[in-house]
């Protein structure tokens, strides 16, 4: 058993004999090792170096030093003063060693500390014998204090569990006097120690027991047990509990007194047998009380089995529900739903015996009642039964009562009586319940109830109610799981349409940049008058195609909700001065007089999407120039005057005019007024689509009044809310913002622009062509085809550019080295992602084309990779240029994600492309 103190296993004491020699002639060591070294439990350790004697001690802890006094580098009386001065070594024996007996040099060294002094070298046995003696002494010493040590410490340990004990513990002699007390004992008796100490016992604790004068028969009756005592203070007397353990100290009887303060708890005991009074008299007046309360509670009884049985005919309905609910969870058909439903009906106690029944869905189309679910009925009846009118059904058209709530509705009386009745189906006790859900009836459920049970009361209506209610959800739920199927439908179609629409332009988009691109490339050259012919024509086609593919994409953003409206600040006169410059040249062509009126009352800045008004008009008077042969055509605006923040445009022409039972239908998509116009004028029947839906979304709405031959006027307004002069600085880094957003639109009607210059300067080669002009037509011709003259100018004296074209296609990389032929530049080729990122690791370059369906590695992985490689080699980012054939919002944002600086969509034209060059390249 363990006696709380802390044994630790001790280390074995070394008691070999350690001999240190320190002398700084070598032949001491020698002759020492000679007559003493081969002895069993002795070790010699030498030391030349009187300097080093400090450490070579502590490391080989010596039980003799043998130290001699005359060296070198330190005599061995200086040495002699060090190590006695040092705790660690002031206990050593030290031998000093001499070669000669010099009584005064003795006397010095024994003044020193040293333990003894021989004449080197004595003979053996004397010298073993000296050894021997010093060392043993010196192995008793140290073992001596390894013992004062271990018993300071279990004396400590002693002294701290007495003093952190919470009983007061006192240490008595034999005469009852106090030897020791711990400090619970001085706040026991509220003296301190020292005055403890100076006390007996007896004048702190009024003993039992027989009077006698020894003390040590006062206490017999406290020894090994627990006794109270009244114990002493200055300020009264209190209850204590006292044990004394005798034990025997130096030879003498001592008692060891352990006391404890329980006058609280003898407080507490007379508390609770007071208490325990109380509790008994409480239980036998309480006991009274409950054999009252019992004859009260056994008539309770009664009345709860009662209850218990009314509480389990309402489980079991609910049970019932929940089944219901389970049963209409399922993914089964409805059909199968509504009959297992009515099975489980039929087959529950909640209702008095039903024999069978029916349920009806209501069409809300037809307007009939269907047989869904049947049990008990012929195969006449339910022929006959299958679709029953729903005007000839109480049932189907519940009343309301005053409150407004909808009762529940069942008719005795019905079309399904009636027709029950006609195929021998007992209709006595039929029910017809209303499925409700809000206000809509969803259908009928037909109970045929046991006449002989008695009538329903009111649990029974209230679990009709209940299965009514549970029906009804069911059924809406079907029908909104049949909508939601449908919805998801439709949208997996119209993704598919977005995908195949995507696919389709960027297929297309890819040869018609060659086409666009070539021809472009074949008018800057020296043809004939034929050959010119047929490049216009393949250009003008190529541009009509290219429009139709823009109109088709514009009508699926719109139709799959993926156009988004951009507000911005603008002026809405400048956007329609610029939008008509576009048509100015086309409009002198035909003769057709082209004006702009804005009325002065049209805020200079309003908020909304100014490129989707400019497609909008733009639309318009393409429109109006098509169909307009002479005449005019005016586009106005104006604040409309009934609807506040709305602007209204109006754009009217002279030209053919549309039928009015044609003026609906041009709205829609791919209708034209009539078939001849299509073969004549041209066009898809996109535009005006595209223009109203536009116009909706930006909160107006559009409106036509025409006549044929006179001509028409198409007027729009939306909502353009003014924006006062004064913009904080938030609205201007908002409006910052939005500019640099559509900074890529903007260029895209920059590449329009240019392509009806060029067409306006084609048609006027043409007439110049009719009037037989050759020489001018060949000059205005090599003139226009100047490469300095129809491209942006680069800096003569800048260094040639270098380029990364990355394009699988062979004929797209062909077109561009042909558009850049003439720009001082080195160009370097990709075929795929992979390839263009090996590139840019080896060589450097100041601009890079990147096309984005490609094998391998498309364009946004392989621009992701140069982005993560020029940050880890802290370089400044290369602009790089998505050329892609792919046209939607969705891919030019994707571009930007990947890290793109700039968006550009196949076919592009040579004047954009060395646009975008040079402007990428300027600094």
């Not at 008691?15 to 020699?21: F, K, T």
């Not at 006192?170 to 004992?185: H, K, M, T, Y």
Request: a negative charge; hydrophobic letters at 40%.
């Amino acid at each position: 058993m363990s006696s709380g103190l802390n044994h630790e296993a001790e280390e074995p004491f070394d008691d070999s004999i350690r001999v240190l020699l320190v002398d700084d002639q070598e032949s001491t060591a020698v002759g020492l090792r000679r007559m003493i070294g081969g002895l069993v439990g002795l070790q010699i350790e030498y030391c030349a170096d009187p300097l080093q004697a400090v450490a070579r001690i502590q490391a080989f802890q010596p039980t003799v030093i043998l130290l001699d006094i005359q060296m070198a580098r330190q005599d061995g009386i200086t040495l002699l003063i060090k190590l006695r001065g040092q705790q660690r070594t002031s206990h050593i024996p030290i031998i000093m060693l001499s070669v000669e007996d010099n009584p005064d040099t003795k006397a010095q060294a024994f003044a020193m500390g040293a333990n003894d002094y021989l004449v080197k070298l004595p003979a053996s046995s004397e010298l073993l014998a000296r050894l021997q003696h010093h060392s043993n002494a010196y192995i008793n010493y140290c073992r001596h204090e390894r013992s004062q040590a271990k018993l300071s410490a279990q004396s400590a340990q002693i002294r701290a569990i007495v003093d952190s004990a919470l009983d007061a513990i006192v240490l008595l002699d034999e005469e009852g006097g106090i030897q020791r007390a711990n400090p619970a004992a001085a706040t026991l008796f509220e003296l301190s120690l020292s005055q403890l100490q100076e006390m007996s016992f007896a004048q702190l604790v009024t003993l039992p027991g027989v009077e006698s004068d020894h003390f040590s028969d006062r206490i017999q009756s406290l020894i090994s047990r627990h006794n109270e005592c009244l114990g002493i203070r200055a300020n009264g007397s209190f209850t204590l509990e006292a044990s004394i353990s005798p034990m025997r100290l130096i030879g003498r009887n001592h008692y060891a007194a352990h006391l404890r303060d329980i006058t609280l708890r003898k407080s507490q005991e007379a508390q609770i047998l007071a208490f325990n009074r109380t509790l008994e008299d409480q239980v036998r007046t309480r006991t009274q009380e409950l054999q009252t309360i019992n004859t009260r509670l056994e008539y309770e009884i009664e009345a709860r089995r009662a209850a218990q049985q009314q509480e389990h005919r309402a489980l079991e309905a609910q049970n019932l529900v929940n089944q219901l609910l389970h049963i209409g969870l399922t993914t089964d058909p409805l059909s199968e739903r509504l009959d297992a439903i009515l099975q489980a009906i039929i087959n529950s106690s909640c209702l008095p015996k039903p024999n069978g029944g029916a349920v009806f869905i209501l069409d809300s189309v037809a307007q009939d009642l269907k047989l869904m679910a049947h049990h008990g009925l012929s195969e006449s009846a339910i022929a006959q039964c299958a679709n029953v009118p729903s005007d000839q059904c109480a049932s189907a058209y519940p009343e309301r009562s005053a409150s407004g709530q909808v009762e529940l509705m069942t008719c005795e009386i019905s079309c399904l009586q009636y027709a029950f009745e006609q195929h021998n189906v007992p209709v006595e006790g039929m029910k017809c319940i209303a499925l409700l859900s809000g206000r809509r009836n969803l259908g009928v459920l037909v109970l045929f109830l046991d006449p002989r049970q008695k009538a329903l009361d009111e649990s029974h209506q209230l679990l009709l109610d209940s299965l009514s209610r549970t029906l009804a959800i069911l059924i809406d739920r079907d029908r909104v799981e049949v909508m939601e199927r449908d919805k998801l439908s439709a949208e997996a179609a119209n993704h598919a349409k977005s995908a195949f629409l995507a696919t389709m332009s960027h297929e297309i988009r890819t040869p018609i940049n060659t086409v666009l691109g070539l021809s472009e490339l074949l008018l800057e050259t020296r043809v004939d008058e034929e050959q010119y012919d047929y490049l216009q024509t393949l250009h003008r086609a190529g541009e009509t195609l290219l429009a139709v593919i823009n109109d088709i994409l514009d009508l699926s953003k719109i139709e799959a909700g993926q156009l988004h409206l951009e507000n911005t600040v603008f002026n809405p006169r400048h956007v329609l001065a610029r939008t008509l410059d576009l048509f100015l040249m086309k409009a002198r062509e035909k003769g057709v007089a082209l004006t702009l009126n804005v009325d002065e009352r049209v805020p200079m800045r309003v908020l909304g999407d100014s490129n989707r008004l400019r497609q909008v008009v733009m639309n318009l008077v393409s429109n109006a120039i098509k169909f307009t042969q002479e005449g005019n055509i005016s586009v106005e605006a104006r604040p409309h005057p009934d609807i506040a923040d709305h602007i209204l445009f109006s754009v009217q022409d002279t030209g053919i005019g549309i039928a009015s039972d044609k003026q609906q239908s041009i709205f829609e998509p791919f209708v034209q007024a009539e078939s001849a116009t299509t073969r004549r004028f041209g066009g898809t029947g996109l535009g005006l689509s595209i223009c109203r839906q536009l116009i909706e979304k930006m909160s107006g709405e559009i409106h036509l009044s025409s006549n044929p031959d006179e001509g028409s006027r198409f007027l729009f307004h939306l909502l353009l809310p003014a924006v006062s002069e004064s913009v904080d600085e938030s609205e201007q880094n908002a409006q910052a913002l939005a500019d640099a957003k559509t900074d890529q639109e903007r260029r895209q009607d920059s590449d329009r622009r240019s392509s009806d210059r060029r067409c306006g300067l084609d048609r006027r080669a043409e007439l110049e062509r009719r009037s037989g002009d050759r020489r001018s037509l060949d000059r205005r011709r090599l003139r226009r085809h100047k490469p300095d003259e129809d491209a942006p100018i680069l800096n003569a004296d800048s260094r040639e550019i270098r380029l990364l074209l990355v394009d699988d296609t062979e004929d797209n990389r062909t077109l561009i080295r042909a558009f850049l032929k003439n720009v001082p530049l080195q160009l370097s080729e990709a075929v795929n992602g992979q390839e263009a990122f090996e590139q840019f690791q080896q060589n450097e370059f100041d601009l890079v084309f990147m096309d984005v369906q490609m094998p391998i590695m498309d364009g946004h992985a392989a621009t992701r990779a140069i982005r993560a490689w020029e940050h880890e080699q802290k370089r400044a980012p290369t602009p790089i240029v998505a050329f892609t054939a792919f046209a939607m919002q969705n891919d030019v944002n994707q571009a930007l994600d990947a890290g793109c600086n700039m968006h550009l969509t196949k076919p592009i034209s040579k004047n954009r492309l060395l646009e975008v060059v040079k402007e990428l390249t300027s600094n």
